[in-house]
Structures are given as structure tokens and as C-alpha cells.
């Protein structure tokens, strides 16, 4: 999909953004030992450049960069169809997605400031039950969750869980970046997806691949960068 591309590339941007600035940043401690070094007069052996992760990081945008235009060339038919808007199909895409969002707003504006809908939500897993319990009139296969994750949080979580979520994901955010800058790109492609696709909340699959792969962004790997 669309969004599926553009989670990935962004996702390849901040590979090559999080490179840079640790390759700078070690460039500036070298600078400030050799400074300390020079104002004491006295010897300070150059303590060994650990670029590790730069390597490593640079490495990841390599294969990204090789699997993207192997990916273009081999699908190159259904690469442009999916980037061509007066196509049919995407047409239909389009206008189904917007039916969606205009769907999930009728269902969470529905609500005044003291329903408990609003706060605490339907209930996860209910978003398509609701869709038809309030309009019943629709063909089976227009009862889909809408293409967006966090739409869906706000619909059957409500505010409230909405903004637990959120923290969950600052949370994760902010330790994946101090403790495995590695996983960083990855888990900041899935959370860019979320607003272009539903899996992640409402499979399974999605469920189980989004907590395993955070579970192992937050774990302190220093061995492996070392």
C-alpha cells in the first residue's frame, strides 16, 4: 500500500538521520579528549572510536535502500497502479477510506461530554459491531475497522485510553531511543503505518509481532553494538 511505502521510507530517512548524528556525535567527543589532552599538558591515549552502531545503522540503510529498488523494478506494474490515482481501483480505495473516517467520526460524535463512550469507549474489538448496531442498512463488506490505528483507540478506548496508549508509545519511544537506537527506525515504521492501516490493532498477528518486536527494542543489547 501507500502507506505501507511511506512508513518505509521515512523509516530508511531516520536510519540515515540517527547515522549521522551518532557519527557526529563521536567525532565531537574525540575533539573535546583531544582538547583536555592539549590544556593539561599531559598525554591522554585516544580512547577507541566505538562506531558500531554507525556501521550498523549504515548497513540497515544499505540492504533497505537494495530491497526498495529490487522491490520497484520487480513490481514495477503494480507499483505505478498503486501511485496512480485515476486508477479504478485506487479510486475506490480512496473513497472507502474517507466513507471510514466519516463512519468513525459519526460514531465517536455521537456522544455529549458525559456519556462514558467518550471517556472509556466501546470497547476494543466492538468497532464493526457498533458500525452496524448504527447502521444496519449496509452491504456485509462496508462493516470494516477504519485504516487507522489510532482511530480505532480513540473510537473503542475512548479519550482515556487514547491517551494511555500515547504514553505507551512515548514510553517506548524514549527507551528504544536510549537503550537500542537500533530498533528505533523499525519501531517508528510500524507507528507510522498505524495511520494508514489497521493490522496492528485488530489481527492477532499484528498484535503479537507489534509487542514482540518493542519487547526486543527495549531490551538494553549492548553486546551486540559493542
Known amino acids: 500500500s501507500r502507506g505501507a511505502w511511506l512508513a518505509g521510507l521515512i523509516g530508511v530517512i531516520i536510519i540515515f ?26 598525554f591522554v591515549a585516544a580512547a577507541p572510536r566505538n562506531d558500531r552502531i554507525t556501521t550498523l545503522l549504515l548497513t540497515q540503510f544499505f540492504y533497505y535502500l537494495i530491497l526498495i529498488l529490487i522491490l ?80 480505532l483507540m480513540l473510537v473503542e478506548t475512548g479519550l482515556f485510553g487514547l491517551l494511555f496508549y500515547l504514553f505507551i508509545i512515548l514510553f517506548l519511544l524514549y527507551s528504544i531511543w536510549k537503550t537500542n537506537k537500533l530498533f528505533f527506525p523499525i519501531i517508528a515504521v510500524m507507528l507510522i503505518h498505524g495511520f494508514f492501516d489497521h493490522w496492528w490493532w485488530t489481527l492477532h498477528v499484528g498484535a503479537v509481532v507489534w509487542w514482540v518486536v518493542c519487547g526486543i527494542g527495549i531490551t538494553n543489547n549492548e553486546k551486540l553494538v559493542a
Open 72 to 151: 520497484i523494478i520487480a513490481l514495477a506494474p503494480l507499483f505505478n497502479a498503486r501511485f496512480d490515482l485515476n486508477n479504478q481501483v485506487e479510486m475506490t480505495s480512496y473513497s472507502e477510506h474517507s466513507e471510514q473516517y466519516f463512519q468513525a467520526k459519526n460514531l465517536f460524535g455521537s456522544y455529549d461530554f458525559w456519556n462514558k463512550n467518550l471517556w472509556l469507549g466501546f470497547g476494543q474489538g466492538t468497532y464493526t459491531l457498533n458500525l452496524y448496531n448504527n447502521d444496519s442498512s449496509l452491504a456485509s463488506w462496508k462493516y470494516q475497522p477504519a485504516h487507522n490505528v489510532y482511530v
Open 17 to 42: 538521520v540517527i547515522a549521522r548524528s551518532s557519527n557526529s556525535h563521536l567525532d565531537d567527543e574525540a575533539i573535546s579528549l583531544r582538547t583536555i589532552a592539549d590544556k593539561s599538558d599531559c
